[in-house]
């Protein structure tokens, strides 16, 4: 049975009378499969009542009631309830598990133990069929697909609201998706649609959807929300890729953003905003793992396990002089390899290829592919280390990864 | 440069051109009134769409469908189906007559059309799409460079905008509609919408979207005026028959001399290109979206069939009519600005119980003034479409 079978048929009195039509069907969303409490009825010149289930004798192609209408009393419609026609009848369902975005097309209700149940969505081409009535022609014609359900206990508004869109999967499983695919349905989504998504996100996941993102629905996004969440988010980004959002947003909502930051991220990120986005200061990120020349293998052991959670990449560690001056680069393999009482100024390596801050990217992302290097310093002044840019980003400058999706968006939906 | 300008740009497509030079040919300065209540219509129009775009942050097909339903909503995208494939069969003959100007067969150039709006949207990357849509853009310049060469009396073109002659036989109303139909195209309604849905515009911008529609809604009409006064200026004062573009570019050789000329057919043949690109795909998105069915370019002919085989299917057969020798050019572009006006209407409606609902809009909803002016186009619209019908019956 699906809902489109009921709606609008007519409503009956004990007597067989016409008193009505059906327009709504009130159910609980506290059951997984939703029960039936009330039915919505537009009684035949008069307004709207709400009748509740156990005056219902009988629902299919006619409506029979068990009482005549003087002796019911109204249904009073309460928090958890939905309406099935007005709030989801026709409404967005995300497909996460395989990024789709589909309608509900109709809904499918099964009768169990005395209680009338939503079994799931129909999100189908036999859905359309029967609610266009071509369903008796396309038969016949052949024109049948199988059936296309999402079930109800796979079904979870975003919010509490129902109108708003739904997930095919749970709200609690969204964070076990990879941010890649998670940014792959931000960017399909309406805006309104996307902040719900991301609302629902603690600020690491979120943030790591927000990275993903394409620049301009970054833009809109963080525009779009709270500015408190929007810094916390920022926050948990990392460092170069909120760079480039800030740098992409209008100076005031930046300048307030940055002050609603925690100091020690908003200091690295007014460094980065300096330089010019296309240039490798305006790419770098400022969280690189270095050490200084003094040190010894286990010493760098043992600051290497205080750093590695903060930093991009601990394959290399970065030597720094007592001035501050960059003198050496050492990798993992390097440390692994040496024996543990050795200093690292003795075995690093002192010809390092490195890249000014206010060199252009893609001369960064050639150097890179040309030494084979998992990252490259910045410097600045020659000497100076400012961050480093790794290879992940510089296959970003060469191979944009949002401009395949986005074209085809930009003539329509 | 926002949806605004991009949509205006677009609106200025083939049947646009075709019929804003038929009009300055055949009625001289006369029409030019026309263009006053237009610009109002188009920017309260397009101001809605934005408004509803950013507030609901939906396309109007999936509005329409979350507002009454499957039932007019496949109604109504069987109406924009056809009246779209109208409109690309506009923008292919368009292409055909253009590439005629220049001495292009058309066997040789519609194949060569196709391929490259197939290649723009498949293959091409996003930042050389934007720079060829810059550019189409910026070419529409060369229907005002074109009007000023043809040295028109200004004095008469400033006479007939502020006292306007009205007439009412049957040729002249056509030729109203006509206008109308082209200038506030339905299909326009749905880009504009999406554009601003696609660009993610929040609401805090509200502001400068209202401006840019509202700028673009300006825009097309003073190309499209200066469409009409170049005609008017030459080949009306002339007293020359024209029929098609073809002919209009042709007589202007003469009197406003080679580069006009040159101009006009080349403003064409991009106005064409340009919609053609834009349209076929657009059209297959809507109709996707709102039944619910999986779109994308990027989505393989098995995943998107419905998709697929729209957006090809428009193009595939639109060129396939276009190439018949015989066919009737000029009555195909006629016949989509009809088909177009015809629709109008409907969809203005559904525009405006949407736009003064509530639930959807918030405190967002239309003010009096925008539900008089939107009410007034629907009822001049529908009147001049009634009247169409009933003269052509006759």
Redesign the interface.
């Known amino acids: 049975m699906y809902l489109s079978d009921f709606i609008k048929k007519p409503v009956l009195s004990p007597k067989g009378e016409k008193v009505g039509k059906l327009k709504d069907v009130i159910v609980s969303s506290d059951h997984s499969y939703p029960i039936i409490k009330a039915l919505k009825i537009d009684i035949t010149g008069k307004k709207t009542i709400n009748i509740s289930w156990r005056y219902i004798g009988k629902l299919g192609k006619e409506i029979i009631l068990k009482y005549s209408l003087e002796e019911i009393t109204e249904y009073k419609i309460q928090k958890h309830d939905i309406l099935l026609l007005k709030d989801v009848?026709?409404?967005?369902v995300v497909d996460i598990e395989d990024k789709?975005?589909?309608?509900?097309?109709d809904i499918k209700i099964s009768p169990t133990n005395g209680h009338y149940h939503v079994i799931g969505v129909d999100?189908g081409v036999n859905g359309?069929l029967r609610?266009?009535g071509l369903n008796r022609i396309a038969k016949p014609l052949g024109i049948t697909s199988s059936e296309d359900l999402i079930s109800w206990k796979d079904i979870d508004p975003l919010k509490s609201d129902y109108?708003k869109v739904k997930l095919k999967v749970p709200k609690q499983k969204i964070k076990k998706l990879h941010p890649a695919d998670m940014a792959e349905i931000v960017d399909q989504l309406?805006?309104?649609?996307?902040l719900n998504i991301l609302n629902s996100l603690d600020d690491e996941s979120a943030a790591d959807t927000l990275e993903e993102v394409s620049p301009?629905?970054q833009v809109?996004?963080l525009?779009?929300m709270d500015s408190q969440r929007a810094a916390e988010i920022l926050d948990e980004m990392s460092p170069d890729d909120a760079a480039d959002v800030l740098a992409d947003l209008p100076d005031e909502k930046a300048e307030e953003l940055l002050d609603l930051m925690e100091p020690e991220e908003s200091d690295d990120l007014r460094k980065l905003l300096k330089y010019p986005e296309n240039t490798a200061g305006g790419i770098m990120t400022t969280e690189f793992a270095y050490v200084d020349q003094d040190l010894t293998v286990m010493e760098v052991l043992d600051a290497l396990r205080q750093m590695a959670e903060d930093v991009e990449t601990i394959y290399y560690v970065y030597v720094i002089s007592k001035k501050g001056d960059l003198v050496g680069v050492i990798s993992l393999r390097d440390i692994l390899l040496s024996e543990p009482d050795v200093k690292v100024s003795e075995f690093m390596h002192t010809h390092i290829i490195k890249a000014d801050v206010m060199e252009d990217q893609h001369e960064v992302a050639q150097t890179i592919a040309k030494y084979n290097l998992i990252a490259l310093p910045v410097v600045e002044n020659e000497t100076k280390l400012r961050g480093i840019i790794t290879v992940d980003d510089a296959i970003d400058i060469v191979l944009?990864t949002?401009?395949?999706?986005?074209?085809?968006?930009?003539?329509?939906? | 440069m926002g949806p605004g300008i991009i949509t205006a740009n677009v609106d200025n497509d083939a049947g646009g051109i075709t019929t804003y030079s038929l009009a300055g040919s055949q009625f001289g300065y006369n029409l030019l009134w026309t263009f006053i209540p237009m610009i109002i219509a188009l920017a309260v129009i397009q101001e809605m769409g934005v408004r509803m775009g950013i507030v609901?942050?939906?396309?109007l097909?999936?509005l329409i469908?979350?507002k009454v339903?499957?039932?007019l909503t496949?109604l109504m995208m069987v109406a924009l189906l056809l009246a779209n494939f109208g409109n690309v069969l506009a923008e292919f003959s368009g292409i055909a007559v253009s590439a005629g100007i220049f001495g292009v067969p058309r066997f040789v150039a519609l194949p060569v059309a196709a391929l490259f709006v197939w290649l723009l949207?498949v293959k091409?990357?996003?930042?050389s799409?934007?720079k060829v849509f810059l550019l189409a853009s910026s070419l529409y310049l060369s229907y005002i460079v074109a009007g000023y060469l043809a040295e028109p009396n200004w004095g008469l073109a400033a006479k007939s905008v502020l006292m306007p002659e009205i007439s009412w036989n049957t040729a002249y109303i056509t030729m109203v509609i006509g206008m109308v139909g082209t200038t506030i195209a339905p299909w326009m309604m749905?880009?504009i919408q999406?554009?601003v849905?696609?660009?993610?515009?929040?609401?805090?911008?509200l502001k400068y979207s209202k401006v840019d529609a509202i700028f673009g809604a300006i825009v097309v009409n003073i190309v499209a005026f200066f469409i009409v006064l170049a005609c008017a200026a030459t080949i009306y004062t002339n007293g020359i028959q024209v029929n098609n573009v073809a002919d209009v570019s042709n007589a202007l050789v003469p009197l406003a001399g080679q580069y006009a000329s040159l101009l006009f057919a080349f403003g064409f043949l991009n106005a064409s290109l340009f919609a053609a690109?834009?349209l076929p795909?657009?059209?297959a998105?809507?109709v996707c979206?709102?039944?619910?069915f999986?779109a994308?370019?990027?989505k393989g002919f098995r995943e998107a069939p419905v998709f697929h085989g729209l957006y090809l299917g428009l193009i595939i057969l639109a060129v396939i009519i276009i190439m018949i020798p015989s066919v009737p050019l000029l009555s195909i572009l006629y016949l989509s600005q009809v088909a177009n006006g015809l629709l109008l209407p409907f969809v203005l409606i559904l525009m405006l119980l949407i736009i003064n609902d509530k639930?959807v809009m918030g405190e967002y909803v239309n003010s009096r003034l925008f539900n008089l002016i939107s009410l007034a186009t629907v009822v001049i619209v529908m009147g001049l479409s009634l009247g169409l019908v009933v003269t052509s019956l006759l």
């Open positions: 009848m026709d409404r967005q789709k975005i589909r309608r509900v097309n999100i359309i609610r266009l109108s309406g805006l309104n649609e996307s301009e629905r809109s996004l525009e779009g944009p949002a401009w395949k999706k986005r074209v085809p968006r930009m003539f329509g939906r | 609901s942050g939906k396309g097909a999936d469908r979350e339903g499957i039932k496949f949207v091409g990357n996003y930042k799409v934007e749905f880009y999406s554009s849905v696609e660009k993610g515009i929040s609401l805090k911008n690109s834009i795909l657009s059209t998105y809507y979206e709102s039944l619910g999986e994308g370019v990027s639930r």
